[in-house]
């Protein structure tokens, strides 16, 4: 079977009235809690990191109830290859903390700019888009407090990369109203406009990137629905699949992945898209509230391997209100995690 032809199968199945679909599905008081939550007026961009985006993303539903995003994977049988997938990651190999996704909200008025495509041009998003100038670039502001060098780089300079620092530069523009955001790759400021590779996710459905395309991440998903954030941290809930890295995959994808980025063979090595899930065994009692929110949130919705980069790394975001949990999740070891498969 094609990915394109499997992506459409699952998205049709997604479709399917509530009777007739698989037994995985959202969590009914996380979708009556958002509903019922009022979302404050929105009138200029919004960083991730202040209590008035807390507000915002409390009453901003992501994605239809079915969505992958959504549903609750604690029944879903393991993948019969499981244990040689982990170990192909590092069953020993601790989980990790990365503090990089940072995003702006903004409204649905924001000012459009042009946007120059320097990437994959066949596969990108034309703009122009709403970046705001606050648009924070990957890992700003956390990452950039525990290095005495790169603590005096302004916004700007990070944004135009004036230390020359490099990196995959994700940046991320959330339109809660309408339910969009708009995620690049590359990004980057310079005297001529922002520039980069683009990619657009309406939030309101469960399209999927045509097959075969990238897009801010390898396996061609969205990030934005993925990250951890301190308003979830600070409910004690973390209520949707997260995303992880890890350094080798498989030449393969698996829907709601549409991209690979590896000439790898290997059956073992985990496709774009696999799902993980923490054992339903692993003890949580003694963590921290957040840590435990956040492990507590993988048993029921697990995770999904979106790009290539180090193993076992789960994306927060890089929120100085947000305590490291560094040495608690190395408490975690990869074989405590099992993959799972959609049920039939």
């Known amino acids: 079977m094609s990915r394109r032809l499997a992506a459409l199968l699952l998205t049709a199945a997604f479709a399917l009235p509530a009777c007739a679909q698989a037994p995985a599905t959202t969590d009914p008081v996380r979708l009556a809690r958002i509903r019922a939550a009022k979302m404050p007026p929105i009138t200029g961009p919004v960083s991730f990191d202040t209590p008035e985006a807390d507000a915002i993303l409390a009453a901003l539903e992501i994605y239809p109830p079915d969505n992958p995003f959504n549903q609750l994977v604690e029944a879903w049988p393991v993948h019969p290859d499981s244990a040689a997938i982990v170990a192909s990651i590092g069953a020993a190999k601790p989980l990790r903390m990365n503090a990089d996704m940072g995003f702006v909200l903004v409204p649905p008025g924001q000012p459009r700019v042009p946007f120059e495509i320097t990437a994959y041009p066949d596969e990108a998003d034309k703009g122009p888009f709403p970046i705001p100038d606050t648009v924070p670039i990957e890992g700003w502001p956390a990452l950039y407090q525990d290095d005495p060098e790169r603590k005096k780089l302004t916004l700007d300079d990070v944004q135009r990369d004036r230390a020359n620092l490099g990196g995959d530069r994700h940046a991320i523009v959330v339109d809660p109203v309408t339910r969009v955001a708009y995620e690049f790759f590359g990004m980057k400021k310079t005297a001529a406009g922002w520039q980069g590779y683009s990619a657009k996710f ?143």
């Open 202 to 344: 309406d939030l309101t459905t469960n399209k999927l990137r045509p097959d075969e395309w990238t897009s801010a991440d390898a396996a061609g998903l969205p990030i934005f629905p993925a990250v951890v954030r301190h308003d979830e941290l600070q409910r004690g809930r973390v209520e949707h699949a997260m995303r992880v890295t890890v350094s080798r995959t498989r030449n393969a994808s698996v829907a709601p992945a549409t991209h690979f980025a590896s000439r790898l063979t290997n059956k073992t090595l985990p496709r774009m898209g696999e799902r993980l899930r923490l054992r339903k065994d692993f003890a949580t009692a003694g963590f921290t509230p957040p840590a435990r929110a956040i492990l507590d949130g993988l048993k029921r919705y697990g995770m999904f391997v979106a790009d290539n980069g180090l193993d076992w790394c789960v994306s927060v975001t890089p929120d100085l209100r947000t305590a490291p949990m560094h040495d608690e999740f190395r408490k975690v070891k990869g074989s405590d995690f099992e993959v799972v498969t959609a049920p039939r």
